[in-house]
Structure formats: structure tokens, C-alpha cells
């Protein structure tokens, strides 16, 4: 059992950057890809960013250049940071993980964060 908590959100204005971070329980954490989603007011949720277990990350296209995603094994931690955010960020960003997965399919996900606000004002 994994167990998934995010913290970092908040308020910020457009051009601005926030640091989310997720702690992870459990002791096989260098086992899962780990990511990052977000689900806007009346979208579907979507992929942001993911750190695969044995190495490499993906961006979507739509936060390319600007957000970075980082883990660190030892500590049981993935981090996503946000730099030029942009009103159209505004959402829930959930922390993911999927045991030597992919993330690709959210219906595939092994567990899910609570979630965390973000918003970005104009």
C-alpha cells in the first residue's frame, strides 16, 4: 500500500512559480513512475509530467520548458516545479503513482494524492 500526500499549492500570480512536492509512503517507491496530473472546472484530468521508475521523464507538450519533474528515492519524494505559470493552469494537480508502469492511462493508476489547488490569477 501506497500512500500519496502533495502539498505546495496556492495562489499565484501569472509568470510566477510554485514548487509542488508529494511524499510517499511505502518501501518500494523506486519501483513506481511517479507523475503529476491536473484536472480543471469541467475538463477531463490530464497528464502534466512523469519520472519513469528506472529513469527518464515525459512532459507534456503544454508545460514544456517550464515545469521541471524531480524525485528523490531516498526520501520517498517527487516534486513538480512551476515556473512561467499562466492562468490556464488553474487546477488540481494530483500526484500518481503506477508500479513499474507508464501513467499514460489514468485508469491504470495504481494510486492517487489528494490533490492539490493551484491557481494562477491574470
Known amino acids: 500500500q501506497v500512500q500519496l500526500v502533495e502539498s505546495g499549492g496556492g495562489l499565484v500570480q501569472a509568470g510566477g512559480s510554485l514548487r509542488l512536492s508529494c511524499a510517499a509512503s511505502g518501501r518500494t517507491f523506486s519501483s513506481y513512475t511517479m507523475g503529476w496530473f491536473r484536472q480543471a472546472p469541467g475538463k477531463e484530468r490530464e497528464l502534466v509530467a512523469l519520472m519513469w521508475w528506472n529513469g527518464g521523464s515525459y512532459y507534456a507538450d503544454f508545460v514544456k520548458g517550464r515545469f521541471t519533474i524531480s524525485r528523490d528515492n531516498a526520501k520517498n519524494m517527487v516534486y513538480l516545479q512551476m515556473n512561467s505559470l499562466k492562468p490556464e493552469d488553474t487546477a488540481v494537480y494530483y500526484c500518481?503513482?503506477?508500479?513499474?508502469?507508464?501513467?499514460?492511462?489514468?485508469?491504470?493508476?495504481?494510486?492517487w494524492g489528494q490533490g492539490t489547488q493551484v491557481t494562477v490569477s491574470s
Open positions: 500518481a503513482a503506477e508500479y513499474r508502469g507508464n501513467l499514460y492511462d489514468p485508469s491504470r493508476v495504481d494510486y
